[in-house]
């Protein structure tokens, strides 16, 4: 009897031990692949300031992709693609912290919107329409207020900027504190295994809520994943993360903005970013403001809805569809 228990018990071990290892190698060739993708479409500049890695495709009128927290200049690419299309040339940077672009001391929104000026002018490019997801909406915002010249349009999507009564904000349930817990330790694993098994505490760390996926359809359902899966490799991009997680917002001049100016949110949005949507439409002169009852802060099945928006707001802007 003892012998059967032994031999049962190591059998168990064995299999243990076997699904163990296919974990391990299920994760290191994900993340292999993850970091081999992040390495290829993309340049490095040095600018006056510090280097910044940016990717450049296309060609004719141009829009700068400005992407959101857990991004990169591949988010970047894919914002730009979803929202206004494959016309064009896109220029899309990884933003502070993130991918190649390290974190300078002055990683201020300002900052940020200078080494955005810094990268159109050594590309040789006049002016471009900004695009500014999320938090990416910050440095949009300083460079259409500092460099106006540069800027065509500005378009903000689920913008992370200012409100004076209702701030942007994370959800503070127990899923965004062990997401936050995985983005300070860099956790690629954490984050790999999140995917496999809890998906919906990823999709409400993205400011989503979990149900409206669920009932969403098939093609938006795997939209949602592959921006969550879009975040590996985690350890590239936690720096930036953690920079867009502790901003300083605070009242900017948005009166000034001469720039034809587009804003999208949507009233379920777990990051709040309505009032902030709200308030910067009631300062920028003749900023369109578009609301959706649902959508969440990935704007999930309205996709065609903010695309028509995008398309109907250029074409009236003669200005943003010029060549550069």
Do not use: C
């Not at 800027?151 to 009564?165: D, H, K, M, Q, S």
């Amino acid at each position: 009897m003892t012998r059967r228990k032994a031999l049962i018990g190591g059998g168990l071990a064995a299999v243990a031990a076997a699904a163990l290892g296919g974990v391990a190698w299920r994760f290191r060739t994900d993340l292999g692949r993850a970091r081999k993708s992040v390495r290829q479409g993309s340049r490095v500049m040095s600018l006056a300031s510090q280097p910044i890695e940016y990717a450049d495709h296309g060609a004719g009128p141009v829009l700068l992709s400005i992407h959101g927290a857990g991004g990169g200049f591949d988010q970047g690419l894919a914002n730009a693609a979803e929202l206004v299309g494959a016309a064009g040339r896109v220029v899309a940077p990884s933003r502070f912290g993130y991918l190649r672009t390290p974190v300078p001391s002055d990683a201020s929104p300002a900052a940020q919107a200078e080494a955005h000026a810094g990268l159109l002018e050594a590309l040789g490019i006049p002016r471009a329409v900004v695009l500014g997801v999320s938090a990416g909406a910050r440095s949009a915002v300083e460079l259409a207020l500092r460099r106006p010249e540069r800027v065509a349009a500005l378009i903000l999507i689920v913008p992370g900027l200012y409100a004076p009564e209702s701030p942007v904000a994370i959800e503070p349930s127990r899923g965004s504190r062990f997401a936050f817990w995985a983005v300070n330790a860099g956790g690629d694993f954490a984050w790999w295994a999140a995917m496999k098994m809890a998906p919906s505490v990823l999709v409400r760390f993205l400011g989503v809520r979990p149900d409206l996926v669920a009932g969403a359809s098939p093609a938006e359902r795997a939209r949602v994943m592959e921006i969550a899966r879009s975040v590996e490799p985690l350890s590239l991009r936690y720096r930036g993360i953690n920079v867009d997680s502790t901003p300083d917002l605070h009242e900017l001049p948005l009166e000034r903005i001469s720039a034809p100016t587009l804003i999208v949110s949507a009233r379920d949005d777990l990051f709040n970013t309505l009032p902030a949507a709200r308030h910067a439409a009631g300062r920028i002169p003749g900023a369109r403001l578009v609301v959706y009852d649902t959508g969440g802060h990935l704007l999930v099945g309205r996709g065609e809805q903010v695309r028509a928006e995008v398309r109907a707001f250029l074409e009236a802007a003669p200005a943003a569809g010029s060549p550069a």
